[in-house]
């Protein structure tokens, strides 16, 4: 009876890490399908912005997500044998700006940078087949009392120097290059901001020397540009409970 216990445990054993080892998922009791995995990379890294591939291929028409269960493209990420064997039973999917970690029931769980290039700059962005850069955002002093900022200049870095916009605490900034562009907002007074990000369009709350941000559709952008007060009432809360829209 101890040998027949010891063998069905052992087989159960054998059986789970087969399954940990090839990607299945024991909570579906299935192999997820690679069409679902990218899919729901794109939503963790485009929120509101594309919701499947073929969204996203309307404005990357070029670029092929990849996806994989063994390896890693971010030395920030294991991804080998002993964290399979341990439950640790991820995929990695390769997208235009990021690496985005994906669990073998189908759920995108963090990302990370894409480091596989040579150099310590990492791999660059891959520009969509239109690469414009947004952002429309405000600017306040830091704590404790989060003063908003009325003087403060807002350049592109490099020698294209877009779009600015400004009016009292609020900004924005368009640039259409296929170089991804850094935006440096200067308070007067205070410590210049640096924001770098990837190609698309962004909100950004910027508070002392830091800043929130968070990804907004091209239409947010457009409705937002000229600093509009009804259209900064609409904006999601980037910024947290300090924050002056």
């Not at 990000?197 to 962004?202: A, I, L, Q, S, V």
Request: net charge positive.
């Amino acid at each position: 009876m101890r040998r027949m216990i010891f063998i069905l445990l052992l087989l159960s054993l054998l059986l789970y890490e087969a399954g940990n080892l090839t990607g299945f998922s024991w909570k579906r009791l299935e192999y997820v399908e690679q069409r679902e995995i990218i899919d729901e990379a794109i939503r963790f890294s485009y929120p509101n912005i594309y919701s499947n591939l073929k969204e996203l291929q309307v404005d990357y028409s070029n670029f092929k997500p990849e996806v994989r269960y063994w390896g890693s493209w971010s030395w920030q990420v294991k991804n080998g044998f002993l964290e399979k064997l341990f439950g640790l039973t991820r995929y990695q999917v390769r997208m235009p700006e990021e690496i985005v970690m994906v669990s073998v029931d189908g759920k995108a769980q963090f990302s990370r940078s894409d480091t596989d290039c040579i150099g310590d700059s990492g791999c660059p962005f891959t520009p969509p087949d239109n690469p414009e850069q947004g952002v429309v955002g405000t600017v306040q002093y830091g704590g404790p009392n989060y003063e908003v900022v009325n003087d403060f200049s807002v350049e592109w870095r490099g020698r294209d120097r877009g779009s600015v916009f400004k009016s009292g605490h609020c900004f924005s900034a368009y640039i259409n290059s296929p170089k991804n562009k850094a935006l440096v907002v200067s308070p007067k007074g205070a410590d210049a901001t640096t924001i770098r990000k990837g190609y698309g369009f962004y909100l950004v709350a910027i508070t002392s020397d830091s800043y929130a941000r968070m990804r907004i559709p091209k239409a947010t952008f457009e409705q937002s540009q000229l600093c509009n007060i009804e259209a900064r009432k609409s904006w999601p809360n980037v910024g947290g409970w300090a924050w002056k829209r």
